[in-house]
């Protein structure tokens, strides 16, 4: 029997580390998941979470490796720690998924989403949107006589914050992106 | 050295690279052209099945019976589709098949077209993997990865779709051995830091328990060897769940029986007062856990699994290992002897004079007095009658396979099968006609309900045609029987829609296929039936005619742990509380 390939748990941070901390605090964790981009992936993915029952705060994915064909998803989603762990060890378990890495526990990682915002207005609240999004940092990427489109890139809270200051003076229309998240170091 | 063939034969050839000697199918229009190659071949044997449910379910009882995959192939849409509920019921008992279905042109694919359906959409959450092949030149690839899949690490179902256009198309074959198996390799081996953690509590351990599953019997015949190895050599005793039995022999003398809702009232207890619990291969089931606050509370719970998600998911492991069954026993066994194969005598002394204090309450006692059958009556003769014989057991769902599953001992693995996750009605007599199929001397039973055997009773056509000999102990009480003992437990005995209304005549059923009908309701016929069964050389429709309103037990009800156990009629009156009562 002991011919057999072994292979491990890629790292000891990935779906296969067990030991787990059993609280009832609900807990909000980043997940990169690289899987192999073949066709239903995604749904595989999401089916997961809808059939299981468990949530999904934001999602994003996209091919990262056009030649392996690889894409990461990074979901960001909440639950009691168990859940959690069930969570990724649930991933691990779908075929074409390579790797589960949960970004919140395994180390410092920075997380950054992308927002577009059409804000409308005249006069005196139009020059307070473009100070406000001068304090920001977010860029103006179309104008209109009555219409700003706002690019701001940060962590889902500031973005929160930019599309609360901006609904009154005008707040039109929100697409943002998700949540992309990297370890920090090597 | 390549060889181009139509994806039709590739699918053929594979099949045949693969070692499959058997498939279950239903023929359609798109799979005619593999169809038309199985027609032009010999070296694998097609089974007509009467409806793909039965074709899974046969594949099922084969794979289950022989321990490798089980190959199935049916048409696109409604062949599909059919197959969903066979599909589901693998994929919870982690049965490793290949189930090839045939679908419309890629071309025609979204287009509504006739008899198409979303397949790999649809079987999604109810196979393994799933795969659409829309390039003949990737196929013969995928259907040696289907094998890899359904056959590694847990095992479970895959299904291929296969177009018609790529079934007609040519490309270069691609053999077993050149195919990509991707990164798909569970990891079989244990942590040998968690391993020695388990020897050490196992040696220390004052009252453990074994607690065995389908694992075991997954694993192969040496999981089982290493099992009984270690649980004769500690002396700790043994409990199974419903899936594991025969992995330790019931014969051996450290058998609990099994444990569960409907388990024995020794296996039961000792999990509740046990110090240490090691689960091999089992998944801690609601069946399984009763009240899970209430669970075993004094216990260390070491987990043997090679599925990391049924770790921790509903209760909590003390020492988890994730591996395959047989390889972590033999590492368990190699640290157990190299450390001195020390045990706790005085302590397990004591535990098993608990454990026959336990047994002593004889909890599956029962009275065989009147004219009427008691069913466990009939089950306790065909067992006197059958055991000595070379025996495969097959069960539906319901009263029946509880009584199956208690009354009928298990010396090896491999010889039953029985619906457990998903208790699908309808299970039993397919999959006899798969592990016939596989063991063509053997003796094949399928210990059935009126009711769940009237659910794919089509397959008495396919019993007949093949002139397989299998025997259908069906225990006739006219009723859904556990929905019945529910509804009295549970809603004010109003037996709402559990009767078997307008029930056909099993004699003449059977005759009109060919096969031979017996009706028994005198309990002083039983043996003669039985043996008149026995002897006959055919399919045999035994229609045993039992009590009506006999109850199941013991039984653990739904909201209680396992220690609160109710044995008999007399204790059950509201046994069920309303917490109990939301429980399935």
């Not at chain 1, 779906?15 to 997940?31: G, Q, V």
């Not at chain 2, 055991?387 to 010396?411: N, P, S």
């Amino acid at each position: 029997m002991s011919a057999l390939k072994i292979k491990k748990g890629s790292t000891k941070h990935s779906a296969y580390n067990l030991r787990p901390t059993f609280s009832d605090k609900i807990e909000s964790h980043t997940l990169a998941i690289v899987v192999d981009n073949e066709p239903g992936v995604l749904a595989r993915v999401i089916g997961l979470f809808s059939g299981r029952g468990y949530n999904i705060d934001s999602l994003t994915v996209a091919e990262i490796d056009h030649q392996g064909h690889q894409s990461r998803i990074t979901i960001v989603t909440t639950g009691t720690p168990q859940v959690i762990e069930q969570i990724k060890a649930q991933l691990g378990r779908i075929v074409p998924v390579h790797d589960v890495h949960d970004l919140t526990v395994e180390g410092a990682s920075v997380e950054r989403e992308l927002a577009l915002l059409k804000v409308a207005g005249e006069g005196e609240k139009r020059v307070e949107a473009l100070r406000l999004a001068d304090i920001f940092r977010a860029n103006v990427v179309d104008s209109t006589l009555d219409c700003f489109v706002f690019e701001i890139t940060g962590t889902p809270d500031k973005i929160d914050a930019f599309a609360d200051l901006m609904r009154p003076l005008g707040l039109a229309e929100i697409a943002r992106t998700g949540v992309a998240a990297l370890p920090r170091g090597r | 050295m390549t060889r181009q063939m139509t994806g039709a034969k590739m699918v053929v050839q594979a099949l045949k690279d693969q070692g499959v000697d058997v498939v279950f199918g239903y023929p359609g229009g798109a799979v005619l052209p593999i169809y038309d190659e199985v027609f032009q071949q010999n070296d694998i044997r097609h089974i007509l099945v009467r409806h793909e449910q039965g074709a899974v379910h046969a594949a099922e009882g084969y794979a289950r019976s022989t321990g490798k995959p089980g190959v199935v192939l049916v048409t696109s849409g409604p062949g599909a589709t059919n197959a969903v509920t066979g599909l589901t019921d693998a994929l919870m008992d982690s049965i490793p098949l290949v189930v090839l279905t045939g679908q419309v042109p890629t071309f025609m694919i979204g287009n509504d077209a006739f008899q198409e359906a979303d397949t790999v959409g649809i079987t999604r959450p109810c196979t393994k993997h799933n795969w659409l092949v829309s390039d003949t030149k990737t196929l013969s690839g995928t259907l040696h990865q289907a094998f890899h899949v359904a056959t590694s690490g847990r095992p479970g179902p895959v299904l291929v779709d296969i177009p018609k256009d790529v079934q007609f198309a040519s490309a270069d074959y691609t053999p077993p051995q050149k195919a990509r198996l991707d990164h798909y390799q569970p990891q079989v081996k244990g942590d040998m830091d968690a391993i020695t953690e388990l020897v050490v509590a196992l040696e220390k351990a004052k009252r453990p328990v074994f607690y065995t599953g389908g694992g075991v019997i997954n694993s192969g015949p040496a999981a089982s060897q290493l099992l009984r190895e270690l649980v004769d050599a500690t002396g700790v005793p043994v409990t199974s769940t419903l899936m594991g039995l025969g992995a330790y022999p019931a014969k051996g003398k450290n058998w609990l029986g099994m444990l569960g809702m409907h388990g024995l009232y020794e296996a039961n207890m000792a999990m509740h007062d046990c110090d240490l619990m090691i689960n091999i291969g089992a998944r801690f089931d609601d069946r399984i856990t009763g009240r899970v606050d209430a669970f075993s509370p004094g216990s260390k719970k070491a987990h043997i699994d090679i599925d990391p998600s049924s770790i921790n998911k509903v209760i909590r492991a003390d020492i988890p290992i994730v591996g395959d069954v047989g390889h972590v026993l033999e590492d368990v066994l190699k640290v157990w002897k190299s450390r001195g194969r020390k045990i706790n005598r005085e302590g397990l002394q004591s535990w098993w004079a608990r454990i026959e204090d336990w047994k002593k309450v004889n909890c599956l006692a029962y009275s065989q007095t009147g004219k009427t059958i008691k069913p466990q009556h009939a089950l306790a003769r065909l067992e006197a009658l059958t055991k000595d014989h070379d025996r495969y057991i097959c069960t539906e769902v319901g009263q029946h396979q509880m009584w199956a599953a208690q009354y009928l001992t298990f010396d090896d693995p491999n010889r039953w099968m029985t619906s457990g996750g998903l208790g699908t009605m309808g299970y039993g007599f397919p999959a006899s006609i798969g592990a016939q199929i596989a063991h063509p001397d053997a003796l094949v039973i399928n210990v059935a309900g009126e009711a769940s055997w009237l659910m794919n009773m089509q397959e008495l056509g396919t019993a007949a045609q093949y002139r397989l000999p299998v025997k259908q102990f069906i225990l006739n009480n006219e009723r859904l029987g556990m929905v019945r003992q529910w509804q009295e437990l549970l809603h004010g005995e109003r037996y709402s829609h559990s009767w078997s209304e307008a029930l056909p005549d099993f004699v003449k059923l059977a005759e009109a296929f060919g096969a031979k009908g017996i009706l028994c309701k005198d309990p002083g016929d039983l043996d003669d039936a039985i043996m008149e069964m026995l002897n006959y050389d055919g399919p045999v429709l035994f229609d045993c005619l039992v009590e009506k309103h006999e109850n199941c037990f013991p039984m653990i009800p739904s909201g209680e742990p396992h220690n609160k156990m109710l044995l008999g009629e007399a204790s059950t009156k509201d046994a069920i509380g309303s917490k109990g009562a939301v429980m399935v």
